[in-house]
Nanobody, 119 residues
Framework: QVELVESGGGLVQPGGSLRLSCAASGNISSINIMGWYRQAPGKQRELVATISSSDLPNYADSVKGRWTIARDNAKTTIYLQMNSLKSEDTAVYYC?????????????WGQGTQVTVSA
C-alpha cells in the first residue's frame, strides 16, 4: 500500500504563486510516475503535470511555462511550483502515483488540496 499526503494549497490572488507538495510513503517501486491532477467544480479530473522516476516531466498545455514539477533526491516527494496563477486554475489538486508490481499496475491518490485563485 502507498500513502500520499498533499500540502500547500490555499487562497491566492491572480498572478500569485503557490507551491504544492506530495509526500509518498509505503511500498513504493523504484520505477514509478508521480504527478498532479486537478478537478474544478462541474468538470472532470484532468492531468496537470507528471514526473517519471528518471525526472522526465510532462505538462498540460494550460500550465506549460508557468508551472514546474520536481522530485526530491529520495524520489518520494514531488513539488508543483505554480506561478502566474489564474482564476481558471481554481480546483482541488490531487497527487497521484502510478507503478507496476508483479505485473499489475497500481494507481494511488492523495486526499486532495484546494487551490483558490481569486481577488
Amino acid at each position: 500500500q502507498v500513502e500520499l499526503v498533499e500540502s500547500g494549497g490555499g487562497l491566492v490572488q491572480p498572478g500569485g504563486s503557490l507551491r504544492l507538495s506530495c509526500a509518498a510513503s509505503g511500498n513504493i517501486s523504484s520505477i514509478n510516475i508521480m504527478g498532479w491532477y486537478r478537478q474544478a467544480p462541474g468538470k472532470q479530473r484532468e492531468l496537470v503535470a507528471t514526473i517519471s522516476s528518471s525526472d522526465l516531466p510532462n505538462y498540460a498545455d494550460s500550465v506549460k511555462g508557468r508551472w514546474t514539477i520536481a522530485r526530491d533526491n529520495a524520489k518520494t516527494t514531488i513539488y508543483l511550483q505554480m506561478n502566474s496563477l489564474k482564476s481558471e486554475d481554481t480546483a482541488v489538486y490531487y497527487c497521484n502515483l502510478g507503478q507496476r508490481k508483479s505485473g499489475m499496475t497500481y494507481l494511488y491518490w492523495g486526499q486532495g488540496t484546494q487551490v483558490t485563485v481569486s481577488a
